[in-house]
């Protein structure tokens, strides 16, 4: 497969998610990573969209020179035609246990993270343009997921 995928495996949400399969079995997990998958997608998307910088805030690198004459006013940083912001799509293991994120498109790693130093000689240097992964934004949004899924399971919340 071409592209790229950033697979979530981080411990805090994993203690969440056993806690919640603990309290009701499999499916609750299912329906966990699904809601995180949902929420990682969107940060990427929203990245893309509007807010031009990585998960972690830093601005993305201005078009180089070159790059900026051949661009519409329309146009914007990783948006051409759409077609990476299409392409960002999230799926959840069939164990279960992990979701991925990312766009199968064949450039989307080099946006992501970049391309080779320019002294290789191997053509002109596109600097990274990190969409995804989780920003604090969407850590905060998917405790949240996870805290509304085990309130609704132990019937304390709707």
Not at 36 to 49: C, H, K, V
Not at 120 to 133: E, S
Request: charged fraction near 30%.
């Amino acid at each position: 497969m071409t592209g790229i995928a950033i697979i979530f495996d981080d411990a805090q949400l994993g203690a969440a998610a056993e806690r919640l399969v603990g309290l009701t079995g499999r499916q609750s997990r299912l329906d966990m990573l699904d809601a995180i998958g949902a929420i990682a997608e969107s940060g990427a998307r929203r990245r893309l969209q509007e807010e031009k910088a990585g998960p972690d805030g830093e601005p993305w690198a201005e078009w180089a020179e070159a790059t900026r004459e051949r661009r519409e006013p329309h146009h914007s940083l990783l948006q051409y035609r759409g077609d990476l912001l299409d392409s960002i799509a999230f799926e959840v293991s069939p164990d279960g246990t992990s979701v991925k994120v990312g766009s199968p498109l064949p450039y989307a790693a080099i946006q992501q993270l970049g391309s080779a130093d320019e002294d290789d000689g191997a053509g002109p240097v596109i600097p990274a343009r990190p969409y995804l992964g989780l920003s604090a934004e969407d850590r905060a949004d998917i405790e949240d997921a996870i805290q509304r899924q085990i309130d609704r399971l132990i019937g304390g919340g709707v």
